[in-house]
Protein backbone atom coordinates (compact mmCIF):
# COMPACT_ATOMS: atom_id res chain seq x y z
CA UNK A 1 0.00 0.00 0.00
CA UNK A 2 1.35 3.21 -1.01
CA UNK A 3 2.12 5.96 1.97
CA UNK A 4 -0.08 8.01 0.72
CA UNK A 5 -3.17 5.89 0.71
CA UNK A 6 -1.92 5.00 4.22
CA UNK A 7 -1.73 8.64 4.95
CA UNK A 8 -5.31 9.16 3.90
CA UNK A 9 -6.51 6.01 5.36
CA UNK A 10 -5.04 7.62 8.62
CA UNK A 11 -6.67 11.15 7.69
CA UNK A 12 -9.94 10.01 7.52
CA UNK A 13 -9.98 7.85 10.45
CA UNK A 14 -9.04 10.39 12.76
CA UNK A 15 -11.86 12.94 11.19
CA UNK A 16 -14.22 10.37 11.88
CA UNK A 17 -12.92 10.05 15.74
CA UNK A 18 -13.42 13.48 15.68
CA UNK A 19 -16.64 14.04 14.37
CA UNK A 20 -18.27 11.18 16.42
CA UNK A 21 -16.37 12.87 19.34
CA UNK A 22 -19.01 14.96 20.48
CA UNK A 23 -21.95 12.11 19.23
CA UNK A 24 -24.77 11.81 21.87
CA UNK A 25 -27.21 9.19 21.75
CA UNK A 26 -29.65 7.25 23.73
CA UNK A 27 -32.28 4.58 24.36
CA UNK A 28 -36.00 5.37 25.79
CA UNK A 29 -37.22 1.94 27.61
CA UNK A 30 -41.65 2.23 27.66
CA UNK A 31 -41.59 5.67 26.31
CA UNK A 32 -43.94 6.19 23.39
CA UNK A 33 -42.22 7.72 19.77
CA UNK A 34 -42.18 11.45 20.06
CA UNK A 35 -39.90 14.23 19.55
CA UNK A 36 -36.75 14.86 21.71
CA UNK A 37 -34.70 18.23 22.40
CA UNK A 38 -31.44 18.91 23.17
CA UNK A 39 -31.02 22.06 25.53
CA UNK A 40 -28.03 23.90 26.26
CA UNK A 41 -27.09 25.49 29.78
CA UNK A 42 -26.17 28.93 29.82
CA UNK A 43 -26.27 29.27 33.74
CA UNK A 44 -30.21 28.36 35.34
CA UNK A 45 -31.46 29.28 31.31
CA UNK A 46 -31.49 26.34 28.04
CA UNK A 47 -31.68 27.23 24.71
CA UNK A 48 -32.60 24.40 22.39
CA UNK A 49 -30.11 23.63 19.61
CA UNK A 50 -31.20 20.46 18.40
CA UNK A 51 -34.34 18.06 17.99
CA UNK A 52 -35.05 14.88 16.76
CA UNK A 53 -37.89 12.16 16.24
CA UNK A 54 -37.69 9.24 18.13
CA UNK A 55 -37.20 5.92 16.30
CA UNK A 56 -39.85 3.27 16.88
CA UNK A 57 -37.30 1.27 18.93
CA UNK A 58 -36.82 4.39 21.32
CA UNK A 59 -33.64 5.50 19.90
CA UNK A 60 -32.41 8.73 19.62
CA UNK A 61 -28.48 10.47 18.35
CA UNK A 62 -27.60 13.85 18.24
CA UNK A 63 -24.28 15.00 16.28
CA UNK A 64 -21.84 17.48 16.50
CA UNK A 65 -22.88 18.89 20.08
CA UNK A 66 -21.28 22.30 19.88
CA UNK A 67 -19.25 22.84 23.10
CA UNK A 68 -18.15 21.26 26.30
CA UNK A 69 -20.91 21.93 29.17
CA UNK A 70 -24.11 20.87 30.73
CA UNK A 71 -26.71 19.96 28.36
CA UNK A 72 -30.38 18.44 28.65
CA UNK A 73 -32.23 15.85 27.32
CA UNK A 74 -35.92 16.57 26.91
CA UNK A 75 -38.85 14.54 25.55
CA UNK A 76 -41.96 16.19 24.47
CA UNK A 77 -44.31 14.33 26.96
CA UNK A 78 -41.51 16.26 29.70
CA UNK A 79 -39.08 13.42 30.78
CA UNK A 80 -35.64 14.86 30.52
CA UNK A 81 -32.02 14.01 31.73
CA UNK A 82 -29.00 16.12 32.35
CA UNK A 83 -25.69 15.37 31.60
CA UNK A 84 -21.89 16.86 30.88
CA UNK A 85 -20.22 16.67 27.47
CA UNK A 86 -16.84 16.71 27.17
CA UNK A 87 -15.07 15.92 24.28
CA UNK A 88 -16.23 12.31 23.84
CA UNK A 89 -18.98 10.32 23.42
CA UNK A 90 -22.62 10.13 25.67
CA UNK A 91 -24.44 7.30 25.68
CA UNK A 92 -27.30 7.00 28.02
CA UNK A 93 -30.39 4.39 28.83
CA UNK A 94 -33.43 5.70 30.23
CA UNK A 95 -36.19 3.38 31.84
CA UNK A 96 -39.62 4.76 32.43
CA UNK A 97 -41.34 2.28 34.38
CA UNK A 98 -44.60 2.37 36.66
CA UNK A 99 -44.03 6.69 36.17
CA UNK A 100 -40.44 5.94 37.95
CA UNK A 101 -38.00 6.83 35.68
CA UNK A 102 -34.14 5.54 35.82
CA UNK A 103 -31.07 6.78 33.78
CA UNK A 104 -27.90 4.69 32.99
CA UNK A 105 -25.14 6.13 31.57
CA UNK A 106 -22.75 3.81 29.44
CA UNK A 107 -18.84 4.22 29.18
CA UNK A 108 -18.81 7.79 30.76
CA UNK A 109 -17.27 7.73 34.20
CA UNK A 110 -18.18 11.74 33.62
CA UNK A 111 -21.95 11.67 33.74
CA UNK A 112 -21.95 8.76 36.38
CA UNK A 113 -19.80 10.77 38.32
CA UNK A 114 -21.89 13.75 37.98
CA UNK A 115 -25.24 12.02 38.58
CA UNK A 116 -23.71 10.12 41.83
CA UNK A 117 -22.88 13.42 42.88
CA UNK A 118 -26.16 15.04 42.64
CA UNK A 119 -28.61 12.21 43.74
CA UNK A 120 -26.22 12.17 47.02
CA UNK A 121 -26.09 15.64 47.27
CA UNK A 122 -30.15 15.82 46.95
CA UNK A 123 -29.98 13.45 50.17
CA UNK A 124 -27.21 14.88 51.83
CA UNK A 125 -29.19 18.34 51.92
CA UNK A 126 -32.17 16.56 53.05
CA UNK A 127 -30.44 15.03 56.15
CA UNK A 128 -28.90 17.99 56.77
CA UNK A 129 -31.97 20.62 56.91
CA UNK A 130 -33.86 18.44 59.33
CA UNK A 131 -30.78 17.34 61.86
CA UNK A 132 -30.39 21.74 61.41
CA UNK A 133 -33.92 22.45 62.78
CA UNK A 134 -32.91 20.21 65.51
CA UNK A 135 -29.60 21.66 66.43
CA UNK A 136 -31.20 24.96 66.47
CA UNK A 137 -33.85 24.41 68.46
CA UNK A 138 -33.32 21.88 71.05
CA UNK A 139 -31.31 22.29 74.36
CA UNK A 140 -27.71 21.21 73.81
CA UNK A 141 -27.81 19.12 77.26
CA UNK A 142 -30.06 17.02 75.87
CA UNK A 143 -29.17 13.24 74.34
CA UNK A 144 -31.21 14.37 71.90
CA UNK A 145 -29.23 17.31 70.75
CA UNK A 146 -25.93 14.91 71.04
CA UNK A 147 -27.54 12.50 69.00
CA UNK A 148 -28.50 14.95 66.20
CA UNK A 149 -24.86 16.55 66.21
CA UNK A 150 -23.33 13.11 65.73
CA UNK A 151 -25.27 12.44 62.98
CA UNK A 152 -24.99 16.09 61.33
CA UNK A 153 -21.30 16.12 61.80
CA UNK A 154 -20.89 12.01 60.46
CA UNK A 155 -23.20 13.10 57.10
CA UNK A 156 -21.09 16.12 56.86
CA UNK A 157 -17.72 13.64 57.02
CA UNK A 158 -18.93 10.68 55.11
CA UNK A 159 -20.29 13.53 52.21
CA UNK A 160 -16.93 15.23 52.05
CA UNK A 161 -15.14 11.69 51.97
CA UNK A 162 -17.31 10.67 49.08
CA UNK A 163 -17.06 13.71 47.09
CA UNK A 164 -13.08 13.60 47.62
CA UNK A 165 -13.03 10.27 45.68
CA UNK A 166 -15.08 12.24 42.77
CA UNK A 167 -12.53 15.04 42.64
CA UNK A 168 -9.96 12.78 42.78
CA UNK A 169 -10.85 11.35 39.09
CA UNK A 170 -10.06 15.00 37.63
CA UNK A 171 -12.26 15.35 34.60
CA UNK A 172 -15.00 17.73 34.07
CA UNK A 173 -17.26 16.50 36.87
CA UNK A 174 -14.75 17.05 39.14
CA UNK A 175 -13.94 20.37 38.79
CA UNK A 176 -17.95 20.97 39.09
CA UNK A 177 -18.08 19.06 42.25
CA UNK A 178 -16.03 20.85 43.76
CA UNK A 179 -17.67 24.49 42.71
CA UNK A 180 -21.18 22.62 43.82
CA UNK A 181 -20.27 20.79 47.53
CA UNK A 182 -21.47 23.76 50.32
CA UNK A 183 -18.80 24.59 52.47
CA UNK A 184 -18.67 22.48 55.93
CA UNK A 185 -19.89 23.90 59.04
CA UNK A 186 -18.29 23.80 63.22
CA UNK A 187 -21.43 22.50 65.06
CA UNK A 188 -19.21 23.70 67.91
CA UNK A 189 -19.32 27.22 67.04
CA UNK A 190 -22.47 29.88 67.56
CA UNK A 191 -24.52 30.10 64.46
CA UNK A 192 -23.34 33.24 64.16
CA UNK A 193 -20.04 32.40 63.41
CA UNK A 194 -21.15 29.27 61.30
CA UNK A 195 -23.05 31.71 58.99
CA UNK A 196 -19.99 34.31 58.96
CA UNK A 197 -17.08 31.41 58.14
CA UNK A 198 -19.73 29.84 55.60
CA UNK A 199 -20.08 33.12 54.12
CA UNK A 200 -16.02 33.36 53.67
CA UNK A 201 -15.68 29.95 52.55
CA UNK A 202 -18.33 30.15 50.32
CA UNK A 203 -16.29 30.66 46.44
CA UNK A 204 -13.70 29.60 47.86
CA UNK A 205 -13.34 26.76 45.45
CA UNK A 206 -14.56 28.84 42.29
CA UNK A 207 -11.91 30.03 39.86
CA UNK A 208 -14.01 32.77 38.14
CA UNK A 209 -11.61 32.90 35.61
CA UNK A 210 -12.50 29.47 34.21
CA UNK A 211 -15.22 30.08 31.26
CA UNK A 212 -16.16 26.38 31.50
CA UNK A 213 -18.65 27.22 34.59
CA UNK A 214 -20.43 29.27 32.17
CA UNK A 215 -22.33 26.31 29.83
CA UNK A 216 -23.67 25.66 33.25
CA UNK A 217 -25.66 26.05 35.66
CA UNK A 218 -24.01 25.60 38.70
CA UNK A 219 -21.83 29.16 39.20
CA UNK A 220 -25.40 30.84 38.87
CA UNK A 221 -26.69 27.85 41.51
CA UNK A 222 -23.56 28.55 43.65
CA UNK A 223 -24.62 32.93 43.21
CA UNK A 224 -28.09 31.57 44.43
CA UNK A 225 -27.16 30.02 47.53
CA UNK A 226 -25.09 32.38 48.60
CA UNK A 227 -27.78 35.57 48.48
CA UNK A 228 -29.82 33.19 49.82
CA UNK A 229 -27.32 33.00 52.75
CA UNK A 230 -27.26 36.55 53.40
CA UNK A 231 -31.26 36.81 54.23
CA UNK A 232 -32.24 35.30 57.72
CA UNK A 233 -34.77 35.28 59.86
CA UNK A 234 -35.43 38.68 62.22
CA UNK A 235 -33.94 40.56 59.42
CA UNK A 236 -36.49 43.98 58.63
CA UNK A 237 -36.98 44.48 54.35
CA UNK A 238 -34.78 47.35 54.18
CA UNK A 239 -31.78 44.70 56.72
CA UNK A 240 -32.63 42.06 53.74
CA UNK A 241 -32.72 44.31 50.65
CA UNK A 242 -29.43 46.07 52.19
CA UNK A 243 -27.38 42.16 52.35
CA UNK A 244 -28.42 41.18 49.13
CA UNK A 245 -27.10 44.33 47.29
CA UNK A 246 -23.93 43.63 49.75
CA UNK A 247 -24.14 40.43 48.16
CA UNK A 248 -24.45 41.32 44.55
CA UNK A 249 -21.49 43.77 44.85
CA UNK A 250 -19.55 40.92 46.72
CA UNK A 251 -20.17 38.52 43.66
CA UNK A 252 -19.51 41.43 41.16
CA UNK A 253 -15.89 42.32 42.11
CA UNK A 254 -15.17 38.20 42.33
CA UNK A 255 -16.36 38.45 38.63
CA UNK A 256 -14.80 41.57 37.49
CA UNK A 257 -11.23 38.97 36.86
CA UNK A 258 -11.89 38.51 33.32
CA UNK A 259 -14.67 40.38 30.61
CA UNK A 260 -16.31 37.08 30.04
CA UNK A 261 -16.87 36.22 33.74
CA UNK A 262 -18.42 39.42 34.41
CA UNK A 263 -20.73 39.68 31.37
CA UNK A 264 -22.17 36.14 32.03
CA UNK A 265 -22.98 36.98 35.94
CA UNK A 266 -23.91 40.58 35.40
CA UNK A 267 -26.36 39.50 32.81
CA UNK A 268 -27.33 36.78 34.94
CA UNK A 269 -28.38 38.62 37.95
CA UNK A 270 -30.02 41.21 35.23
CA UNK A 271 -32.18 38.84 34.01
CA UNK A 272 -32.80 37.06 37.58
CA UNK A 273 -34.52 40.31 38.61
CA UNK A 274 -35.64 41.55 35.91
CA UNK A 275 -37.99 38.15 35.96
CA UNK A 276 -38.70 38.60 39.73
CA UNK A 277 -39.43 42.02 39.64
CA UNK A 278 -36.82 43.25 41.97
CA UNK A 279 -36.38 46.97 41.37
CA UNK A 280 -33.88 48.41 43.80
CA UNK A 281 -31.46 45.52 42.71
CA UNK A 282 -32.12 46.20 38.82
CA UNK A 283 -31.05 50.05 40.01
CA UNK A 284 -27.85 48.75 41.85
CA UNK A 285 -26.54 46.57 38.64
CA UNK A 286 -27.13 49.39 36.42
CA UNK A 287 -24.43 51.27 38.19
CA UNK A 288 -22.08 48.24 36.93
CA UNK A 289 -20.36 47.93 39.83
CA UNK A 290 -16.62 47.17 39.43
CA UNK A 291 -16.54 47.46 36.00
CA UNK A 292 -13.60 49.99 35.64
CA UNK A 293 -11.75 46.79 36.83
CA UNK A 294 -12.35 45.07 33.77
CA UNK A 295 -9.69 44.35 31.28
CA UNK A 296 -11.98 44.91 28.47
CA UNK A 297 -12.07 46.78 25.51
CA UNK A 298 -14.69 49.95 24.00
CA UNK A 299 -16.57 47.27 22.43
CA UNK A 300 -17.22 44.98 25.30
CA UNK A 301 -17.63 48.00 28.11
CA UNK A 302 -20.53 49.06 25.52
CA UNK A 303 -21.88 45.60 25.67
CA UNK A 304 -22.44 45.74 29.28
CA UNK A 305 -23.64 49.31 28.99
CA UNK A 306 -26.51 48.29 25.94
CA UNK A 307 -26.84 45.55 29.00
CA UNK A 308 -27.72 47.50 31.33
CA UNK A 309 -30.12 49.66 29.59
CA UNK A 310 -31.79 46.96 27.83
CA UNK A 311 -33.19 45.75 31.21
CA UNK A 312 -33.74 49.43 32.43
CA UNK A 313 -36.51 49.36 29.36
CA UNK A 314 -38.28 46.57 31.15
CA UNK A 315 -38.86 47.11 34.71
CA UNK A 316 -41.95 46.88 36.54
CA UNK A 317 -44.21 50.59 35.96
CA UNK A 318 -42.41 51.01 32.83
CA UNK A 319 -44.36 51.27 29.86
CA UNK A 320 -44.48 48.34 27.80
CA UNK A 321 -42.93 48.67 24.55
CA UNK A 322 -45.54 48.19 21.72
CA UNK A 323 -45.93 44.87 19.49
CA UNK A 324 -47.62 45.70 16.54
CA UNK A 325 -47.98 43.24 13.46
CA UNK A 326 -50.26 40.48 12.19
CA UNK A 327 -50.75 37.31 13.72
CA UNK A 328 -50.55 34.02 12.77
CA UNK A 329 -54.48 33.92 12.01
CA UNK A 330 -54.05 37.10 9.51
CA UNK A 331 -55.65 39.88 12.63
CA UNK A 332 -53.66 42.73 12.69
CA UNK A 333 -53.45 43.83 16.03
CA UNK A 334 -51.58 46.59 18.51
CA UNK A 335 -50.74 45.92 22.02
CA UNK A 336 -51.06 50.01 22.69
CA UNK A 337 -54.84 49.36 21.06
CA UNK A 338 -56.16 46.59 23.18
CA UNK A 339 -59.13 47.82 24.78
CA UNK A 340 -59.43 45.91 28.06
CA UNK A 341 -58.10 46.07 31.85
CA UNK A 342 -54.99 43.85 31.29
CA UNK A 343 -53.12 42.29 28.68
CA UNK A 344 -51.12 38.87 30.01
CA UNK A 345 -48.42 38.69 27.59
CA UNK A 346 -46.79 35.20 26.90
CA UNK A 347 -43.32 34.75 24.87
CA UNK A 348 -43.20 30.48 24.45
CA UNK A 349 -41.72 28.26 22.66
CA UNK A 350 -43.05 25.52 21.03
CA UNK A 351 -40.26 23.10 22.28
CA UNK A 352 -40.78 23.75 25.71
CA UNK A 353 -42.73 22.03 27.61
CA UNK A 354 -43.70 24.10 30.49
CA UNK A 355 -44.95 26.70 27.76
CA UNK A 356 -47.22 24.60 25.90
CA UNK A 357 -48.64 23.24 29.59
CA UNK A 358 -49.45 27.02 30.37
CA UNK A 359 -51.28 27.34 26.82
CA UNK A 360 -53.76 24.82 27.68
CA UNK A 361 -53.97 26.25 31.13
CA UNK A 362 -54.64 29.64 29.39
CA UNK A 363 -57.96 29.12 27.88
CA UNK A 364 -59.66 28.62 31.65
CA UNK A 365 -57.87 31.36 32.95
CA UNK A 366 -59.31 33.18 30.60
CA UNK A 367 -62.74 32.53 30.79
CA UNK A 368 -62.73 33.33 34.53
CA UNK A 369 -60.81 36.31 33.73
CA UNK A 370 -62.85 38.40 31.21
CA UNK A 371 -60.63 41.30 32.05
CA UNK A 372 -57.64 39.81 30.44
CA UNK A 373 -56.70 39.99 26.74
CA UNK A 374 -54.04 37.45 26.01
CA UNK A 375 -51.28 37.79 23.41
CA UNK A 376 -48.98 35.28 22.87
CA UNK A 377 -45.39 35.74 21.34
CA UNK A 378 -43.98 32.41 19.58
CA UNK A 379 -40.13 32.87 20.15
CA UNK A 380 -39.43 29.02 18.63
CA UNK A 381 -41.66 26.83 16.23
CA UNK A 382 -43.55 25.72 13.15
CA UNK A 383 -46.37 27.73 12.02
CA UNK A 384 -48.63 24.33 11.61
CA UNK A 385 -48.01 23.76 14.82
CA UNK A 386 -48.45 26.66 16.97
CA UNK A 387 -52.16 27.28 15.10
CA UNK A 388 -52.67 23.48 15.38
CA UNK A 389 -52.18 24.23 19.28
CA UNK A 390 -54.48 27.03 19.80
CA UNK A 391 -56.81 25.22 17.53
CA UNK A 392 -56.86 22.04 19.86
CA UNK A 393 -56.85 24.16 23.16
CA UNK A 394 -59.62 26.48 21.63
CA UNK A 395 -57.25 29.70 23.03
CA UNK A 396 -58.76 32.89 22.07
CA UNK A 397 -56.29 36.66 21.59
CA UNK A 398 -53.64 37.04 19.52
CA UNK A 399 -50.59 35.17 18.54
CA UNK A 400 -47.59 36.12 16.88
CA UNK A 401 -45.27 34.48 15.26
CA UNK A 402 -42.60 36.58 13.09
CA UNK A 403 -40.32 34.10 12.56
CA UNK A 404 -37.20 35.43 13.48
CA UNK A 405 -36.52 33.36 16.66
CA UNK A 406 -34.48 35.16 19.42
CA UNK A 407 -33.68 37.31 16.49
CA UNK A 408 -37.22 39.06 17.06
CA UNK A 409 -36.96 42.61 17.58
CA UNK A 410 -40.26 41.90 19.89
CA UNK A 411 -38.22 39.74 22.01
CA UNK A 412 -35.09 41.71 22.47
CA UNK A 413 -37.84 45.24 23.25
CA UNK A 414 -38.88 43.10 26.13
CA UNK A 415 -35.03 41.43 27.21
CA UNK A 416 -36.44 37.96 26.94
CA UNK A 417 -33.91 35.45 27.14
CA UNK A 418 -35.79 32.08 28.13
CA UNK A 419 -39.39 30.94 27.84
CA UNK A 420 -41.72 31.24 29.39
CA UNK A 421 -41.68 34.61 30.20
CA UNK A 422 -44.75 36.41 31.15
CA UNK A 423 -45.75 39.98 31.48
CA UNK A 424 -49.17 41.52 32.96
CA UNK A 425 -49.94 44.74 31.49
CA UNK A 426 -52.56 47.07 33.06
CA UNK A 427 -54.94 49.47 30.84
CA UNK A 428 -52.28 52.38 31.20
CA UNK A 429 -49.91 49.99 29.28
CA UNK A 430 -47.76 49.92 32.40
CA UNK A 431 -45.80 46.42 32.83
CA UNK A 432 -47.31 45.96 36.57
CA UNK A 433 -46.29 42.19 37.13
CA UNK A 434 -43.66 39.21 36.19
CA UNK A 435 -44.93 36.03 37.15
CA UNK A 436 -43.40 33.14 36.35
CA UNK A 437 -46.31 31.01 36.25
CA UNK A 438 -50.28 30.21 37.01
CA UNK A 439 -49.48 30.46 40.63
CA UNK A 440 -48.24 33.84 40.54
CA UNK A 441 -50.35 34.87 37.77
CA UNK A 442 -53.59 34.54 40.15
CA UNK A 443 -51.58 35.57 43.30
CA UNK A 444 -51.76 38.78 41.24
CA UNK A 445 -55.31 38.62 40.63
CA UNK A 446 -56.27 38.16 43.83
CA UNK A 447 -54.82 41.12 44.50
CA UNK A 448 -56.40 43.17 41.84
CA UNK A 449 -59.75 41.34 42.92
Excluded at 363 to 370: A, D, P, R, S
Aim: contains cysteine.
Amino acid sequence: MSRIKVLLICILYFLNVSLCAQTVSGTFYNVSPQMVYLNAYTGLYMETVDSVMMSEDGRVEFDNVGHKGMYQIETESGLYLDFLCDDEPVAFVLKNENNVVSVEFIRSRLNNDWHKYKNERASYDEKQQVLKQVLRNYDSNTSFYKEAKYEFEKNQTDFKNFTDSLISHGNYASKLISVDRPPFINTDDSFTKQREDMKTAFFEMVDFTDTTLIPTNVLTTKVIDYLSILQFQGQTPSEQEFSVILGIDYVMNLASVSYPMYRFVFEYLMIGFHELGFNAYLDYLMRMPYVEQLDADDVELEEIYDLAEKYSRVKIGIKAPEITGVDINNVEFGLYDIDNDYVILLFWSYSCAHCREIMKEMKYFLKENTDFTFLSVCVNGERKDIKKLIRKNGLKGYFYHDGLSWNSPVVNAYAVTATPSIFIIDKDKKIVAKPFGFEEINDFVNSIR
